[in-house]
């Protein structure tokens, strides 16, 4: 009860989250997914956050604007 009056008043940290999730070629992109191509969910209030595969870390969306990605997929070939 106090937890959900606390998201209410203040919102929600996503501290919890989704083992991170990569999109499938051909598949509809998830919002959280649209620039990294991987993204985790919360599992706290479901928001969907784009997720940095190289750096194993949640992107800020003041990064997103810089972030540049080579390649969507899981393998590169060099």
Known sequence: MISKFMD??????????????SVRAGKRRV?????TGT????????????YDWQEMRVVSPNELANI???????????
């Open 39 to 50: 993204y985790v969910v919360c599992l706290d209030c479901g928001k969907e956050l784009p």
């Open 8 to 21: 209410a008043v203040f919102g929600c940290w996503h501290t919890h989250y989704s083992f991170p999730m």
């Open 68 to 78: 540049h990605v080579a390649s969507l997929a899981t393998k590169e070939v060099a």
């Open 31 to 35: 919002a959280g997914a649209a620039k």
